[in-house]
């Protein structure tokens, strides 16, 4: 890995000394700068979690990507720089099944730093920009909202994010260690499955410092604070234009 390559791609120019101050300033710049998409997909071009090829298409294309392409690819930085990691497997939440979906349904990093132990995602979209300490007491305040980190059916931990007083839970995970290899099945699964919500429609969304830009079909919507604008894109055309202005992507 080019590592200054890397972060030249994210705007990042402060320390690489690994301490929790620049594992969260590297995740806020991640996510402020590598969209989350699934253009790939709507594209018949297969994803697959092969570290060389998505070095590729996100650092020197410039693209982005899902969870197994966008936290495989910075868990990899951070080892290169000296942090402790693991991959863990995830099941998200699905509010239509009122359920969680299957083993491998996502994939996060856990990073140890001194003697605590913090959740880190740059791939699940609407996420935390800092890391999330394994702490099961507390509420976790972020500049993306609150966290809790509770336990759930006694092997699993549940993160959810806070409204008002009621909780959106949006995964369980484990701290099993796991393989790039263990993520494959579930990897195809979202690029050819009509049961995954990625192959129903592209889209591609990135955070603003105070809201989310986001392309679902055809439909662009900004968020700024409290207010939105929505547009629709009348001709593919207009797609592209808008990737190239908004994304930074060039397809």
């Known amino acids: 890995m080019n590592v200054p390559a890397y972060l030249r791609r994210i705007g990042y120019q402060g320390s690489l000394v690994p301490t929790l101050e620049t594992l969260a300033a590297l995740q806020r710049a991640h996510l402020l700068a590598v969209p989350f998409e699934n253009l790939d997909i709507h594209m018949n071009i297969p994803i697959y979690i092969d570290p060389d090829a998505i070095y590729r298409k996100v650092v020197e294309r410039r693209r982005g990507g899902f969870c197994y392409e966008l936290n495989s690819l910075f868990r990899q930085l951070l080892e290169t720089i000296g942090y402790d990691t693991i991959l863990v497997s995830a099941k998200v939440y699905s509010f239509d099944r009122g359920s969680f979906g299957p083993e491998f349904d996502h994939m996060a990093i856990i990073v140890e730093v001194g003697k605590e132990i913090y959740l880190v995602d740059v791939g699940f979209g609407e996420f935390a920009f800092s890391p999330l300490v394994l702490d099961f007491q507390i509420d976790q305040e972020d500049e993306r909202g ?30 099993i260690p796991r393989r790039l290899k263990e993520f494959e099945g579930m990897c195809k699964y ?20 105070n809201g989310r830009k986001t392309l679902s079909g055809n439909r662009f919507k900004i968020t700024h604070g409290k207010g939105e604008i929505e547009v629709d894109m009348e001709t593919e055309e207009d797609v592209k234009g808008l990737l190239k202005r908004e994304f930074g992507v060039e397809i």
Not at 158 to 170: F, H, N, T, V, W
Not at 194 to 207: A, C, D, E, V
Request: hydrophobic letters at 30%; a positive charge.
């Open 190 to 209: 979202h690029q050819t499955s009509p049961g995954s919500s990625f192959t129903r429609k592209r889209m591609i969304s990135l955070p603003t410092l």
């Open 146 to 175: 609150v966290y809790r980190m509770r336990t759930h059916e006694f092997e699993y931990l549940l993160i959810s994010r806070m409204d008002g007083y009621s909780e959106k839970p949006l995964y369980v995970f484990t701290i």
